[in-house]
């Protein structure tokens, strides 16, 4: 149980589009997801928490017009990078909170984006 | 100072032998403790969850937590060379389905053959 899927798992755009990322947490509903970014050689960098049916919440320095979030079911939660730069090239990691006793997060697979 | 502190290695170990690795933290408000396994280009495995002080022991894996002393250990017995990966500990105050992870940096371990 608590499987965690991303899609796609590798994508590649021009500077200038907009690119689309799905999470979806297949055997559990989740009230809240969190999408990370993780550099080469680095930990992962919290970009936003993701509630259903609210505003995602944030990081400081996160621009949120540019990584539009959108949880709109328990099992889904997109994020959109708008207008795309190679300096948004990463590696980008959802995870799911599990509702059990201790709400653990359990992570999907991650999105290596390229933007050339 | 960063609130998690981790030794980001390599860790380098003949197979077979035990891997220990542990964090430090400044922050006592924490509570929840987590150990994930990490491969190249992969997301994050959860292998351990542990609350408060204590041991807490999975198959090859165990869990310590120092909540005195502000530190935490993930003990690897018989490491195989499926085990080479980066642990990242990682941890919270709260447990409620919005709380953040405060991640470590991760240490990068080599089991070899």
């Known amino acids: 149980g608590a499987v965690v899927s991303q899609h796609p798992s590798w994508v590649i755009c021009k500077s200038g589009t907009s690119v689309k990322i799905e999470c979806r947490s297949l055997d559990f509903q989740a009230t809240t997801m969190f999408w990370y970014r993780q550099f080469p050689k680095q930990s992962l960098m919290l970009m936003a928490t993701?509630?259903?049916?609210?505003?995602?919440?944030?990081e400081q320095g996160v621009e949120k017009d540019k990584f539009l979030i959108n949880h709109a079911s328990l099992t889904l939660s997109t994020l959109t990078v708008t207008s795309a730069h190679p300096e948004d090239s990463s590696f980008y990691i959802c995870?799911?909170?599990?509702?059990?006793?201790?709400?653990?997060?359990?992570f999907g697979p991650g999105t290596r984006l390229t933007v050339l | 100072q960063k609130e998690v502190e981790q030794d980001p290695g390599p860790l380098s170990v003949p197979e077979g032998a035990i891997v220990s690795l542990n964090c430090t933290y400044s922050?006592?408000?924490?509570?929840?403790f987590m150990w994930y396994r990490q491969y190249s280009r992969k997301g994050p495995e959860l292998l351990m969850y542990t609350y408060s002080s204590g041991n807490k022991e999975d198959g090859r894996f165990t869990a310590q937590v120092d909540k005195s002393s502000k530190y935490i250990s993930l003990f690897i017995r018989d490491s195989q060379p499926s085990d080479s990966a980066t642990y990242l500990c990682a941890m919270s105050a709260i447990k409620a389905a919005g709380n953040k992870l405060t991640f470590g940096g991760g240490t990068r371990v080599l089991v070899k053959p």
């Open positions: 995870s799911a909170s599990y509702p059990g006793q201790y709400n653990e997060q359990f």
């Open positions: 922050n006592s408000a924490f509570q929840y």
């Open positions: 993701s509630n259903e049916g609210s505003k995602a919440t944030y």
